[in-house]
Structures are given as C-alpha cells and as structure tokens.
C-alpha cells in the first residue's frame, strides 16, 4: 500500500456532513445497524481516532465504539468537519504512513491505518450522500485505493467492516463496483 492524500476525501465528506438536516438523522442508511445520526457520529469518531493513529497517540482513556447519534453535540457540523480537516492533515505527514500505530484498539501498520481512514471516508461519504439524497462525487485516486483495499476481503464479508458482496455488472461505474465490494447494494435508497 501506498500513501495517500486523504484531503479530497475528507472535505467531500465535510460538506456532506454540513448539509445533514436534523429530521434526516433518525432516518435510514446503507449501513443497516447505523441510522443517519448513528453514522454521523462514527463518522466522527473515525476521524478523531484515525487521527490519533497518524500522529501515533494513545487516546486518552478507554473509547467505546462510535456509531450513537445520542452523542451528538449541538456543535456537530462544525465541530466533524474541522476534525476530519485534522485527519487529512494528520495523514499528510510522513510518518504517519511508518511503523506501527493503533485504531481502535487494534495494533495495524500505518499504512494500512491510513488506507483504512481513506476507505471509511469514502464508504462511509457514499452511505451519507445515498440516506440524504445529495449528489456524491469522489476524485479517481481515493477510489482506485479504496477499489485495491476492499478487493483483498473475502466476498462473504468480514464482520464489523464489510458486508457479503453485492453482485455488481463489471460494466458499472467503479464507485458502484467498488460499493458492491463493501457489501451495499449501489441502488440502495431510504425509501
């Protein structure tokens, strides 16, 4: 795995979260666990983490797992975006790509560690732009990285990252390959 700029990722992602609308957060996502507000704070929650991971920081005490809109703060538009700000920032030094780091709780080489934050950025941008309705557009550098991580999964899933692949016509639009890769169905709508 190579290094990554995961600036276009995240500010896409900023600006997608931006435009979340309050009666949309109890609504519905490609993730079936996780509704709109659920995610939103993964989506921090990820960006704070996988910060801390570049820059090779212990978070400060136990942090449970992201994903509960009862969380939010009455902040969160500004505060996700100037954390996800962060983590592209974080990932644009050099030695955030060396060693050994941690997410999670788990113990991962950095590159891997950044290649994962560029993933859930642009799984995770998709999932948000398809529960809100707003057009998604992500640049062909993050895509083809993503396309290279998530092909390395078993096609029946692997829990707690990827559901069972969703067939795909090799014809389709990468993003949409690539979505069925992650195991969500690219026509998924919350309707």
Same mark, same amino acid.
């Given at each position: 795995?190579?290094?990554?700029d995961?600036?276009?990722?995240?500010?896409?992602?900023?600006?997608?979260?931006?435009?979340?609308?309050d009666?949309?957060?109890?609504?519905?996502?490609p993730?079936?666990d996780?509704?709109?507000?659920?995610?939103?704070d993964?989506?921090?929650?990820?960006?704070?983490?996988f910060?801390?991971?570049a820059?090779?920081?212990?978070?400060?005490?136990a942090?449970g797992?992201?994903?509960d809109? #009862?969380?939010?703060?009455?902040?969160?538009?500004?505060?996700?975006?100037?954390?996800?700000a962060?983590?592209?920032e974080?990932?644009?030094?050099?030695?955030a790509?060396?060693?050994?780091t941690?997410?999670g709780?788990?113990d991962?080489?950095?590159?891997?560690?950044g290649v994962v934050?560029?993933?859930?950025?642009?799984?995770?941008?998709?999932?948000?732009?398809?529960?809100?309705?707003q057009h998604y557009?992500?640049? #062909?550098? #993050?895509?083809?990285?993503?396309?290279?991580?998530?092909q390395?999964?078993?096609?029946?899933?692997?829990p707690g990252?990827?559901?069972?692949?969703?067939?795909?016509?090799?014809?389709a639009p990468?993003?949409e390959?690539?979505?069925?890769?992650?195991?969500r169905?690219?026509?998924?709508?919350?309707?």
């Amino acid at each position: 795995m190579s290094k990554c700029d995961l600036t276009a990722a995240a500010s896409t992602m900023a600006e997608l979260i931006r435009k979340v609308a309050d009666d949309q957060l109890s609504g519905p996502t490609p993730c079936p666990d996780y509704s709109l507000g659920d995610l939103v704070d993964h989506v921090g929650g990820f960006a704070t983490a996988f910060t801390w991971a570049a820059n090779k920081e212990v978070p400060p005490g136990a942090q449970g797992p992201s994903g509960d809109a #009862s969380r939010l703060t009455d902040d969160w538009r500004r505060r996700i975006p100037a954390d996800l700000a962060r983590l592209a920032e974080a990932w644009k030094q050099p030695d955030a790509w060396t060693g050994m780091t941690q997410a999670g709780g788990i113990d991962l080489p950095g590159e891997v560690a950044g290649v994962v934050a560029l993933d859930e950025l642009v799984i995770h941008g998709w999932d948000v732009a398809r529960a809100t309705g707003q057009h998604y557009d992500v640049d #062909s550098e #993050s895509l083809d990285a993503v396309a290279d991580f998530v092909q390395g999964f078993s096609s029946d899933g692997t829990p707690g990252l990827f559901g069972p692949r969703v067939a795909v016509p090799d014809n389709a639009p990468q993003l949409e390959r690539v979505i069925g890769m992650a195991g969500r169905d690219p026509k998924w709508s919350p309707k």
